[in-house]
DNA sequence: GAAATTGATGCTCATGGCGCATCAATAGCG
DNA sequence: CGCTATTGATGCGCCATGAGCATCAATTTC
């Protein structure tokens, strides 16, 4: 049969004697002083006799107890020094790569970095600003952590936890005649010169497909590499564009408005990881404060779109 | 901040690692596959990362599990080793010494001697048949663990643990003619040639003090040493005697029988330790069986008579 | 002798740990 | 490739445990 002693015994025994009092000792490990009582006697039990000769107003170790204290004091310094280390292991030198999307990298990950850091500042991030398909295949090659990305959910080698809903908006200039309007309809962009990004783009081929299920056709007159291009056209009066609402300006723009578009297009942007890898400790701890973070602030009904393969 | 763990949560690790299996380890710790599962996942949470990679069909260990392995062997073969030392130190080889008085030495220690035997086989016992008053002495000096006695409810120096109340009865031949009645008064005993115990004698202080409150005189014809003596007389009809209910003869016995005398005399019968003083853990396990068989068969309410030093 | 302080204990309540039921995933086999 | 058996994880309910509060008895100091 073996001895199933807690830490906090251990603690508590050494504690006291340390401190010769009983409530010292509580307030040193912050707990009760009836608590600590029952520590000792605790371990007292687990031990097999006395360890300590007290009276309300005297405290000394008995025999047995001068004869643990060696033990106690070895053991709880190899488990404080030894799981300390690997604790530090787990974090200290550590890096976290992410596979984002330029619009979430923006977007998600300045305030959690910053929080990240604030309890551990000696993991260094690297950040792999990429396509959304690029970014899947990093994390599927296992070259990042993991990846915030708004592809994923129907893949079987990732994982997917939704983080937001985020929907695609209309942009144009302050004096276009779509600007008059609070919200617009797909139909409304037929007279207008569209501005997009390639066909190959993740974003494209999500729009395109959701636009396809609503019968919409759209008339695209310029394709651009990148989206922050899109908005330079618009700005330049080329014509308008249809846009992430993340990849548009946030807040008040001088010469850009936005428009929500009926009926509504979301993407789902949400965090792909490897599946059946656990993260290293760092990169689960910052994915756990990222959810943390943003889990509060989903903007619909938190989907879970993770589906085995058939 | 310091790391709580649980000996319970080292030995689950070291089991699954042991074993490449949750329910295979759960098995050799007699817990169940889920209670295993969260142990695991709660010391995972400790050390800040995975120790363990699995899929439902194969567990191995992670480099951070890898790296806490001998951690752990080194911290639970330490404590196994030192805590099993302590409470072999506790048993193996002790010895426990009583000072009893001699009615209290035949009637309480067979039975819990058998008992405490099926426990700590290696204990042994050292019973020291002694007077009252040498008892007490040999409790105050150190020279027993404790002790059974009459005596020492109003010593300062010592603990007293009632254990029952026994009575002084009278002991005559069957053909006494007192041996007619069912109860007698100390009155009745007027007549009647007495046989006693020497007047130094513990119980006979006891009993003439009592007498005394009671006014009433006692007319001792023949003094003795000990009291089984006093049965010898006795039956011998030489006389009667007047002596605690323990020192008479329990069950049947053909020549002699007992009366209750009215009004009713007593004795304190309880354990006796010396103060401030924590016995040795055999000694206090003996201690606590000899309360635990005893006190249910307290004859009376069980009386607090330690009182505190004036 | 009184007062202050301490360790132990009774009590209550919230929490934690366990087992059961169940699910999803995995591996083996036909 | 589909089916089956088995496994680790999780939800849930229940019960035991551990904590704090109130209090007591004992100790020490003044």
Redesign the pocket.
């Known amino acids: 049969m073996s001895i199933n002693f807690e830490a906090?015994d251990l603690r508590a025994f050494l504690a006291v004697a340390e401190a010769g009092?009983?409530?010292a000792a509580a307030d040193a490990l912050?707990?009760?002083?009836?608590?600590l009582?029952?520590?000792?006697?605790?371990l007292e039990g687990l031990v097999g006799g006395p360890l300590l000769e007290?009276?309300?107003?005297?405290?000394a170790l008995t025999a047995l107890g001068r004869e643990l204290m060696p033990l106690v004091r070895r053991l709880l310094d190899e488990a404080d020094s030894g799981l300390f280390g690997l604790r530090g292991a787990a974090g200290r030198g550590a890096r976290v790569t992410l596979a984002c999307v330029p619009t979430a990298a923006f977007y998600f990950l300045p305030a959690v970095i910053a929080r990240f850091t604030e309890q551990l500042p000696e993991v260094r991030f690297r950040i792999l600003d990429l396509s959304a398909t690029e970014g899947l295949d990093a994390v599927s090659r296992g070259e990042a952590d993991f990846g915030i990305n708004f592809l994923g959910a129907s893949d079987a080698a990732v994982s997917f936890d939704p983080l937001l809903e985020d929907p695609f908006v209309l942009a144009c200039r302050r004096d276009h005649p779509l600007a008059a309007q609070a919200r617009v309809d797909w139909a409304d962009l037929q007279p207008y010169r569209l501005v997009t990004v390639g066909r190959e783009s993740g974003n494209r081929i999500l729009l395109e497909t959701a636009l396809a299920r609503e019968n919409v056709r759209m008339r695209w007159f310029y394709e651009v590499t990148h989206l922050s291009t899109s908005l330079g056209l618009v700005e330049a009066g080329l014509g308008v564009s249809v846009l992430p609402r993340l990849a548009t300006p946030q807040g008040e723009h001088p010469i850009i408005v936005t428009r929500p578009i009926t009926p509504r297009v979301t993407r789902t942007i949400g965090i792909v990881a490897r599946?059946?890898r656990p993260l290293a400790p760092a990169a689960q701890r910052f994915r756990e404060l990222l959810i943390e973070t943003w889990a509060d602030k989903v903007l619909a009904d938190k989907v879970s779109v993770d589906r085995?393969r058939p």
Request: proline share 8%.
């Open positions: 906090l009092s009983f409530r912050a707990l009760s002083q009836p608590a009582s029952r520590r000792i006697q605790r007290r009276t309300t107003r005297r405290v599946r059946g085995p």
